[in-house]
């Protein structure tokens, strides 16, 4: 059986780095999940309160991640409509232009969405589409250091 966890958390471990990436999947989710697999097989020296600890971890980055946005936007100054866009185009982007359009989605989407709401200020629109890209890019940060964590501590279970 520890084979099946040992396959399953190395497959979690890698989605989850994606996941850090690519808006649609969860990466540091994935990742803690392929923490759990892994302290599951009997050669394992997970204990307790590092499967707590990380869940914790876990759980305030994936929080931040969704809040993280509309923070942003308020602070640049910008609408519902410049939140919303930001994720449609994060979601947009993924598809139409990857891995290009994952960067420039949420940028292009924030201020598409400003210019529906008040068409009159581009420069607005571009400055919340700045503050958009700016949560992107600490979202995704915040989250691939956490997957890469949790890789690195499902990988260093191999060699104790």
């Not at 890209?133 to 499902?154: D, E, R």
Request: hydrophobic share 60%; with cysteine; aromatic share 10%.
């Amino acid at each position: 059986m520890d084979i099946v966890w040992s396959i399953a958390a190395c497959l979690l471990a890698i989605s989850g780095i994606v996941g850090a990436v690519v808006p649609v999947l969860p990466g540091p989710v994935l990742g803690y999940c392929g923490l759990l697999c892994i302290a599951a097989a009997s050669f394992s020296e997970t204990d307790a309160a590092t499967l707590w600890i990380w869940g914790a971890i876990t759980l305030a980055v994936t929080v931040a991640d969704y809040l993280l946005p509309a923070w942003m936007a308020k602070r640049f100054g910008g609408s519902r409509a410049g939140a919303v866009g930001a994720t449609i185009g994060a979601v947009a982007g993924l598809f139409v232009f990857p891995p290009v359009g994952i960067l420039l989605g949420p940028f292009v989407g924030a201020v598409v969405g400003e210019l529906l709401h008040n068409g009159e200020d581009t420069a607005h629109a571009v400055h919340v589409g700045i503050g958009s890209f700016l949560s992107f890019v600490v979202g995704t940060g915040l989250k691939a250091v956490v997957s890469v964590a949790l890789a690195v501590l499902i990988v260093l279970q191999f060699f104790t």
